[in-house]
């Protein structure tokens, strides 16, 4: 499974957006790239995925870089209930349905 | 629905006993796994199963047994319990035909002293 690098921990302040990046730099064309995150004492939660296009759900948005070497998970306005450990993991098109974590970025929401 | 439940949900254990760990989800989920997180770590596949009578190992199986009687619940035991397997257990279960997320249950927090 290809790898992921992200920061150990970000902060921000409450209402403002988030940025929280991710290199993948041995990304494969069958790699998608999947955002996990988890509240404290509580199991992951799906956040949002993407292919080679940016991606935007409820929860937040997804920016692929054009070589597919890095995205972003943004956040447009976090909340105090925001705050987590964030999971960005590669997953193989009809591969393994496997997700392999990595230790992830914890964010802090100041208020 | 109720999603992905686990039982129990604390529980401790002495060095060389034995318990199973239950997962059940009511979606109709081909795909289940199960997972470790200790502490400060991502989490890791210990086992999973793409359907009801298959089974597979993760990336850390050993001291870890499972079975997938029925479709919904998949069971994760420990034959002879060790202080290593100190940890949370997750379990989580996915569709395959759509498959964009696993659903994760609230996890099982094991002592083992």
């Known amino acids: 499974d290809a790898k992921t690098t992200q920061p150990n921990s970000m902060e921000s302040n409450e209402e403002e957006p988030v940025h929280l990046p991710c290199n993948h730099s041995t990304i494969s064309g069958t790699d998608y790239i999947h955002w996990y995150r988890q509240l404290p004492s509580q199991g992951p939660e799906y956040v949002i995925h993407g292919l080679t296009s940016n991606v935007n759900n409820r929860m937040a948005s997804l920016a692929i870089a054009e070589d597919r070497k890095s995205s972003t998970l943004i956040l447009h306005r976090a909340t105090l209930r925001d705050a987590a450990v964030y999971y960005c993991i590669l997953r193989m098109i009809r591969g393994s349905e496997k997700l392999v974590f990595g230790k992830g970025t914890k964010l802090t929401v100041n208020p | 629905n109720a999603g992905v439940t686990q039982t129990p949900k604390f529980r401790v254990l002495k060095t060389g006993q034995s318990m199973t760990l239950l997962c059940a989800q009511d979606m109709n989920h081909e795909y289940m796994y199960w997972y470790r997180q200790d502490p400060g770590m991502g989490l890791r596949l210990i086992h999973y199963?793409?359907?009801?009578?298959?089974?597979a190992k993760g990336e850390v199986p050993d001291g870890y047994n499972v079975s997938r009687l029925k479709k919904q619940n998949f069971l994760l035991g420990l034959e002879s319990a060790a202080p290593s397997q100190t940890s949370v257990y997750f379990c989580?279960?996915?569709?395959?035909?759509?498959?964009?997320?696993?659903?994760f249950g609230p996890g099982t927090r094991l002592t083992v002293t």
């Open positions: 989580a279960s996915t569709v395959v035909r759509d498959y964009y997320e696993q659903y």
């Open positions: 199963s793409v359907g009801e009578g298959t089974t």
